[in-house]
């Protein structure tokens, strides 16, 4: 199974960027697929999860009405539109897929993870 994300870069604040998550080795309509952020000195936090059809979308508080999680099952592909980003969205964002149901916010629940992308917001 692979996880590649990508769309990663440096951004003025207020700006916008569009992770995308492309997923190989596994039946991807299958999976519930999450978005979690890892900054500097931190633990990793939940950020977006989207079940496997994508009616159901989960945010965290910090990023609720600024991104938003969307998925392609046709192309095995998640995204994460980030809009009106803050110097506090700068981390390392991954991507991670869960077969089970339960917590989509733990990221213990998940199966497998991404390497990850870096995303910068200036001030």
């Known amino acids: 199974v692979q996880l590649q994300a990508s769309g990663g870069g440096l951004v003025q604040a207020g700006g916008s960027l569009k992770l995308s998550c492309a997923a190989s080795g596994l039946t991807f309509s299958s999976y519930r697929m999450g978005w979690f952020r890892q900054a500097p000195g931190k633990e990793r936090e939940f950020a977006a999860a989207?079940?496997?059809?994508?009616?159901?979308?989960y945010y965290a508080d910090s990023v609720k009405d600024r991104f938003t999680i969307s998925r392609d099952n046709a192309k095995n592909t998640v995204y994460l539109q980030m809009n009106s980003l803050k110097p506090e969205d700068t981390a390392v964002y991954y991507c991670?897929?869960?077969?089970?149901?339960?917590?989509?916010?733990?990221?213990?629940?998940?199966?497998?993870w991404g390497r990850g992308t870096q995303v910068t917001v200036s001030s």
């Open positions: 989207i079940n496997w059809s994508g009616s159901s979308k």
């Open positions: 991670a897929a869960k077969l089970s149901g339960g917590s989509y916010y733990q990221t213990d629940e998940y199966d497998f």
